[in-house]
Every structure is written in C-alpha cells, then in structure tokens.
C-alpha cells in the first residue's frame, strides 16, 4: 500500500445496503477496505439529486435508520465512493478525504453535472465490464425488428388479421453494419453482427486513419472519416462516450452521407443525434427507421411525442442492459481497481478530464 494512504480506507457505497456486495468488498482486500451502503438519496442535503425527478427519472423507495449527523460523517470520512444515479449535486466539499469515485456504468457524462467532474478526485467508469452483450443483442434485436417488419406483425395481431402484402422482408446477412464507438458495447456489437454474417465496420476516436480491422471488424475508421463510412452503412449503431466532439454526431450533415433507407441504432446518449435532423429524415424517408434506447435530456424531460409516435421509430426507456441475468462486471471492476489502487498502480477506465471519458 502507498505510504501516503490511510491503513483502512472507508468505501461508502451510493446503494440498498441488501443489494450492496458489502462481504464481498471486504474480503478482496482484508483489513485494508471498510465498506457501507446506504441509499444516495440519503444525502440529500438540499442543493437537489441528479437526474431530478423528471423524464425517465422516477423517484425510487428507499430508507435508512441513519441520522443525518451519521450520514454526514459517513461522506466526510470517505476515502472511495461507489455511485451511480442518482446523486446529489453537491458532494466534493462534503467529502474531504474522497480520493476516488467508481462509477458502475459504461458511460460517465451523467456526471457532468456533478461537482466531481474535473476535480482532483479521480474518477473511473465501469466501460467496457457492465452490460455490453445485453446491450448488444438490443441492438440486434432493433436491427431485426426494421429488417423483418415486426411492427407489421404486431399491429395484425392486434387488429385480429394476417395479411402478407403490407411485408417488405430485408435479409441482415450480407447488409453492412456501422459501429460508431467500438468499445465494450461496439465490440460486441460488432462480433454479433458479424455472428449474423454481416459485413462490419467501425469508427474509434484512437484510429488516425482508415485501416484494416481485427476480428469481426472488417474496416477501422477514424472521426475524420465518419461520413465515408457512413456511406456504406445499412444499419448505424451508436455506442460512442458523449463528449464534446461527439455531441450531434449524427446530424443533418452525418445523415445526408447515409445511404438511403438506412437505420440509426442508439444505445449510447441521446446527444450523440441532433433530433431536429433525425426527424427531418425520417419524414423524407431518408431513414428508414431508427432505435432510440436514449434521447437528448432524457433525465430531465419527457421524449419529443413526434419521435415517440412515428411507426418508424422503436424506443426504449434507457434499459436495454437491464436482463434476466444479474451481471457481476461492474463488481469485477470495482475489486480490481481496489486492488491497484492499494497498491498505487493505475486504475482501469480512470477518466481523463480533457477527453471526458
């Protein structure tokens, strides 16, 4: 262990202390981790929670037979924070002695709001260990939902009638699918993909120029070269971290480089697309039809009623990860970098300021 750091170092988990891995926790680093779990709405300390209760957000039950004094000392004296949303807005200078915060999803720009962003407290995120094969086959469940006009057979089903003439049935195999973000989720976008015997390509903001790929990926873009391989694309799927540069992404420009009929695929954050120009191409038919697991603001408003009506467009409430199977990546992150932070390595999916991810 570091010299500079504390022998025992307390981790206070935003959670349902009957969720939280608290045994667990402690037994990857005996004598040296004490873990609490108590509810993130527990302090509240008037300055409001993120997301507030609007959009997709709903309050949720939750309870703790803590005082406020005891929950105050809890975040004074933590030195690793688990969290994710909610949160409340103010936490850096209740929080003295926090050296860390772990994240447990993919995507950390739900925390730019937070006064932890960009501060000296070093952040990670679960990316790339939490929800990626869920999340994909999402994906290609949406992809198969447009190719095989499923939206036909369930409105017949309703209506009590089978008719063949309205289908138009497109074969996925030999179409082209473009990943935009190949991280965790990407990657495994893209070997399902390829599973289906799609051809597959990609954009990654590490690539400095068009090359060869690996494995299921046949070709790597980088941001420079989206709309060339937009071009190719039948089907988009965006899995990209919302930073900066790629805020609106896919807009008016971006879209009008598709081919026509293609099908937008978003399992990343609403902001990746500029709505505006989703629907404007979606109305011309420039798009066949587009998945939207997020959209812009999602947190703090309702989803745009054009985009939740259009018979071309399949949304999802932001749960595309959420299955059957419980999944324990985020906690095999989170004993990982446990562990190299005791013993001063470097963190896994550590954020970097500048980068936003």
């Known amino acids: 262990m570091p010299a500079d750091l504390p022998q025992t170092l307390d981790l206070l988990l935003f959670m349902d202390p009957e969720r939280a891995p608290i045994a667990e926790l402690e037994a990857a680093a005996p004598g040296r981790v004490r873990a609490t779990a108590v509810p993130a709405q527990a302090f509240d300390d008037g300055a409001g929670m993120l997301p507030a209760a609007t959009g997709l957000w709903k309050p949720r039950p939750w309870s703790t037979d803590l005082p406020p004094d005891e929950r105050e000392r809890l975040l004074r004296g933590a030195h690793i924070l688990v969290m994710t949303l909610p949160y409340p807005k103010r936490l850096l200078s209740r929080m003295p002695n926090l050296l860390w915060a772990q994240y447990l999803w993919a995507g950390v720009s739900d925390l730019q709001r937070s006064d932890l962003w960009g501060s000296r407290v070093r952040l990670t995120s679960a990316r790339g260990y939490v929800d990626a094969t869920p999340i994909a086959e999402m994906v290609i469940a949406a992809a198969l939902h447009f190719a095989k006009n499923l939206r036909i057979a369930v409105a017949q089903g309703v209506a009590g009638e089978l008719d063949a003439a309205p289908y138009s049935l497109r074969l996925l195999a030999g179409r082209t699918m473009g990943v935009v973000g190949l991280g965790g989720i990407g990657a495994e976008i893209a070997r399902l993909a390829n599973a289906l015997g799609m051809r597959t390509l990609a954009s990654r903001r590490s690539v400095e120029s068009v090359r060869p790929g690996g494995g299921p990926v046949e070709t790597l873009y980088p941001p420079s070269a989206l709309r060339e391989m937009l071009a190719e694309c039948d089907y988009v799927a965006l899995a990209a971290s919302l930073t900066p ?66 018979p071309n467009v399949l949304m999802t409430p932001h749960n595309s990860g959420h299955v059957d199977v419980a999944s324990s990546f985020a906690l095999d992150i989170l004993k990982e970098n446990i562990a190299r932070f005791l013993a001063g390595e470097p963190l896994v999916n550590e954020v970097d300021w500048a980068r936003g991810y």
Do not use: C, Q
């Not at 008016?252 to 709505?275: P, S, T």
């Open 245 to 310: 540069d790629t805020h609106h992404v896919i807009g008016e420009d971006a879209l009008a480089a598709m081919k026509d009929g293609a099908v937008i695929l978003n399992v990343g954050r609403g902001e990746l697309v500029d709505e505006s120009a989703l629907k404007d191409a979606l109305r011309s038919g420039k798009l066949a039809g587009a998945y939207l697991d997020v959209y812009e603001d999602e947190w703090f408003r309702p989803p745009d009623p054009e985009l939740l009506r259009d």
